[in-house]
Nanobody, 120 residues
Framework: QVQLVESGGGLVQPGGSLRLSCAVSGFTARDYAIGWSRQAPGKEREDVICIRDDGTTWVEDSVKGRFSVFRDNLKNTVYLQMNSLKSDDTAVYYC??????????????WGVGTLVVVSS
C-alpha cells in the first residue's frame, strides 16, 4: 500500500528555515519522481519542487535558490529544505507521486500535508 507521510511543519519567522520530511512506504522512493506541492489559504494548489528517479530536480521559479529537495535512500524519505522563508510561503505542504520516473502535475498518491506558517 502506497503511503506518503509528511512531517516537520510549524511556525517559523520570516527569513528562517524549515525542513519537511516525506516518509514513503509501499514503494522505493528512489525509483520514482516525488514532488512537493503547497496550498495557501484561499488559493489553488501549486507545484513547488520535484525530484526525479535519477536525482535531478525541477524547481518552481518563486522558490528557486531558496528551496531544495533531496532523498535519503536508506530511510526511504524525501526532504524539502526551505530557506529564506517568506510570508507568501505559508501553506499546507504535500508530498506526492504518480509512480512515474518524471515529474508531473497529475499525481496519484498524496500525503495528508503539513502546515507551514511563516510569521513574526
Amino acid at each position: 500500500q502506497v503511503q506518503l507521510v509528511e512531517s516537520g511543519g510549524g511556525l517559523v519567522q520570516p527569513g528562517g528555515s524549515l525542513r519537511l520530511s516525506c516518509a514513503v512506504s509501499g514503494f522505493t522512493a528512489r525509483d520514482y519522481a516525488i514532488g512537493w506541492s503547497r496550498q495557501a489559504p484561499g488559493k489553488e494548489r501549486e507545484d513547488v519542487i520535484c525530484i526525479r528517479d535519477d536525482g535531478t530536480t525541477w524547481v518552481e521559479d518563486s522558490v528557486k535558490g531558496r528551496f531544495s529537495v533531496f532523498r535519503d535512500n536508506l530511510k526511504n524519505t524525501v526532504y524539502l529544505q526551505m530557506n529564506s522563508l517568506k510570508s507568501d510561503d505559508t501553506a499546507v505542504y504535500y508530498c506526492a507521486t504518480s509512480k512515474l520516473t518524471w515529474c508531473t502535475d497529475d499525481m496519484d498518491y498524496w500525503g495528508v500535508g503539513t502546515l507551514v506558517v511563516v510569521s513574526s
